[in-house]
């Protein structure tokens, strides 16, 4: 996860980074999930998105 919030690309799209209050409460908007259910996502199968929405969609 890049610092600069100005520099995007791959990595931000690809990875979900738990540790900055931005980028969880745009996650959830996107998954449409409360935070404790992206939390739950990322803790068992790691930060990537593509990951983390499989999960979603078979939970």
């Not at 990595?11 to 979900?16: F, G, H, L, Q, S």
């Not at 540790?19 to 959830?28: F, L, N, P, Q, S």
């Not at 259910?37 to 930060?47: D, K, S, T």
């Amino acid at each position: 996860m890049a610092n600069d919030k100005n520099s995007i690309g791959s990595p931000d799209r690809d990875r979900i980074s738990l540790g900055e209050d931005y980028e969880i409460r745009d996650w959830t908007k996107s998954l449409g999930v409360s935070e404790g259910a992206l939390r739950e996502a990322v803790a068992a199968v790691g930060n990537s998105a593509d990951a983390v929405r499989l999960y979603l969609e078979r939970r």
